[in-house]
């Protein structure tokens, strides 16, 4: 018996509907994209490791392969039926950041070998931070992570040397916070250390910005980089090019009845491991060649008025 769920699928002739594979389909990101693509016609095949995640990416209306980046012989047999493949999934291990790069840079070298010499789509995830601090960061900026001791193994180099190789590669470099309901990242996280600290802090007069984008335009830029980015494409998922920090915390301070101080970058990183270091820095970027390669116009909510909507309330 088949790991996935699906008969066999040969596009027709003239038709755009293609099958895609997707690493991380049940994830936040992964769910909206998903359902951006079943919109659109594709037909859609999701990683899954549970039950529980099987399930919901069955109820997107996707089929499933179950497996997880561990399991390489299911991440190129997955690659070798699609006719494109997206690469959401990263195991976020903060506790083993060494373990989840391999498991990253082995993920994407798999995917990428088994689309070698084919010309197709393969888009994986990326971040813009870390790309420049001080300065507007913009598509033209290449990744400083290189190698498999680099951040994420270095997973966006290791892809782009596959343009020379015959598959269409595109990163989708996501800004640091992709907000909406449901969304358990860096904001999410802040707010529940300000709960159990008492009061919201933000880093010195919390001027450096802070870029955002909602998750169902992220997912509309996925799917438009699956079906048009050109081989070697950076793409900028990024809505609000710099939201200050100060904003940022004083509406979640709202939302929570705390009340907003100003602390050292050295004490919110402590107040908030990991996290806290990067709400200090400043790291502006702009997704103008983006929208003009791709006509892609955010029309999303802002991460305000997420706050605002009351999704970071609880985690």
Avoid: C
């Avoid at 980089?225 to 509406?251: N, S, W």
Wanted: aromatic residues 4%; hydrophobic residues 45%.
């Amino acid at each position: 018996m088949s790991v996935t769920d699906f008969t066999a699928f040969t596009p027709q002739e003239g038709s755009t509907t293609v099958r895609v594979f997707v690493t991380g389909a049940s994830g936040f990101i992964g769910r909206a994209v998903v359902a951006e693509l079943v919109e659109a016609g594709h037909e859609v095949v999701g990683l899954a490791r549970s039950t529980s995640s099987a399930a919901v990416v069955r109820e997107l209306g996707a089929r499933v392969r179950h497996g997880d980046l561990d399991d390489l012989d299911g991440l190129r047999a997955g690659a070798t039926e699609a006719d494109g493949v997206i690469h959401l999934a990263n195991k976020h291990d903060w506790t083993d950041l060494a373990a989840s790069n391999r498991a990253e840079r082995a993920a994407v070298h798999t995917l990428a070998e088994a689309l070698a010499g084919s010309g197709r789509p393969l888009v994986l995830a990326a971040g813009v931070a870390g790309l420049g601090v001080g300065r507007t960061v913009t598509e033209r900026d290449r990744n400083p992570a290189v190698g498999p001791d680099s951040p994420r193994g270095g997973a966006e180099n290791l892809a782009l040397e596959y343009v020379g190789r015959g598959v269409r590669v595109s990163s989708a470099r996501f800004a640091p916070t992709v907000h909406g309901e449901g969304d358990h990242g860096f904001v999410a996280v802040a707010a529940e250390a300000f709960r159990r600290r008492g009061s919201a802090a933000y880093p010195a007069d919390g001027a450096n910005r802070w870029p955002a984008v909602h998750r169902s335009d992220a997912a509309r830029l996925v799917r438009l980089g699956l079906e048009d980015a050109p081989a070697g494409t950076l793409l900028h998922a990024v809505a609000e090019q710099g939201v200050p920090v100060r904003d940022i915390v004083e509406a979640l301070a709202e939302r929570l009845g705390l009340p907003a101080e100003s602390v050292s970058p050295e004490e919110l990183a402590e107040a908030i491991p990991f996290v806290g270091g990067f709400l200090s820095a400043d790291v502006p970027t702009s997704s103008e060649l983006t929208r003009d390669l791709l006509d892609w116009k955010p029309e999303g909510p802002t991460l305000l008025e997420d706050i605002a909507a009351g999704h970071y309330d609880r985690t």
